[in-house]
C-alpha cells in the first residue's frame, strides 16, 4: 500500500531563513506533485516532477525528486510572509496518495 | 485556466438523509476524483473515475458512491450520512496519466447534524 509521510507537520520560521519540507513515499513512483493551500481556499498546483533527478524552481521555491530514496525536497529560501500556507506532497501509483500536510508559519 | 464547480460551498444535513455532491468540469478530462479533507490527515481518495460510467475506489469508499453518466460530472453520494462524514470535499480533475497536475475545485464543507 502506498503512504505518503511529510516532515515537519508544522514549521514556523523568520522571515529570511531558509528551509526544506520533506516527503517521502513508500512504493516505487516516478510522479511526485507539490500544492500549495491558502486558508479557506483549495489546493494550488506548484510542481510536477517526472523524473530522478528532477528539479524545479519558481521563485523561493524549488522541489527536488530522488526516485531511489523515494524522497521529495521543497525548499525555502528566504522565506517571505507570502510563502504562510499549508504544501502538500503528493504521488501516484494505482491511485492518488497526499502526505497530511506541512503548514508553514512564516513571521517577520 | 481549467475550470472545475462544486455545486455548495458550504452544506448541512441531518443523519440519515441521502446526500449529493455535484462537480462539473469545463473541459473534456478523463480523469476526476473526489476526496475529503480532515486536519492532519491530509486528503484521502474516496473514489475516482477514468470515464463516463466508469468508477474506481479510493482508499475510503466505504458510505459513498459516485455516478458519472456524462464526462463532465462526476456525483459524490452518501447513502445514509453520519456525523464522521463531517468533512470537506474536494473534486479534482486531470489531464491524461499522471504528467499534469490535478485541478481542484473550491471544496464543499459539508456539516452532518
Known amino acids: 500500500e502506498l503512504k505518503v509521510e511529510q516532515n515537519p507537520l508544522f514549521l514556523s520560521m523568520q522571515e529570511g531563513k531558509n528551509y526544506t519540507i520533506y516527503c517521502n513515499y513508500s512504493t516505487t513512483s516516478d510522479r511526485l506533485y507539490w500544492y500549495r493551500q491558502d486558508p479557506g481556499k483549495s489546493l494550488e498546483s506548484l510542481f510536477v516532477?517526472?523524473?530522478?533527478?528532477a528539479v524545479k524552481q519558481e521563485g523561493r521555491l524549488m522541489a527536488s525528486l530522488d526516485t531511489k530514496a523515494r524522497l521529495s525536497t521543497l525548499h525555502i529560501t528566504a522565506a517571505v510572509h507570502d510563502l504562510s500556507a499549508t504544501y502538500f506532497c503528493a504521488t501516484r501509483g494505482d491511485d492518488m496518495r497526499f502526505g497530511a500536510g506541512t503548514r508553514l508559519t512564516v513571521k517577520p | 485556466d481549467v475550470k472545475v464547480t462544486q455545486s455548495s460551498r458550504y452544506l448541512v444535513k441531518r443523519t440519515g438523509e441521502k446526500v449529493f455532491l455535484e462537480c462539473v468540469q469545463d473541459?473534456?478530462?478523463?480523469?476526476m476524483f473526489w476526496y475529503r479533507q480532515d486536519p492532519g490527515l491530509g486528503l484521502r481518495l474516496i473514489y475516482f473515475?477514468?470515464?463516463?460510467?466508469?468508477?474506481e475506489k479510493g482508499d475510503i469508499p466505504e458510505g459513498y458512491s459516485v455516478s458519472r453518466e456524462k464526462k463532465e460530472r462526476f456525483s459524490l453520494i452518501l447513502e445514509s450520512a453520519s456525523t464522521n462524514q463531517t468533512s470537506m470535499y474536494l473534486c479534482a480533475i486531470q489531464t491524461g496519466w499522471g504528467n499534469q497536475p490535478q485541478h481542484f475545485g473550491d471544496g464543499t464543507r459539508l456539516s452532518i447534524l
Open positions: 516532477l517526472l523524473s530522478n533527478g
Open positions: 473515475s477514468y470515464d463516463v460510467k466508469m468508477k
Open positions: 473541459m473534456d478530462h478523463e480523469n
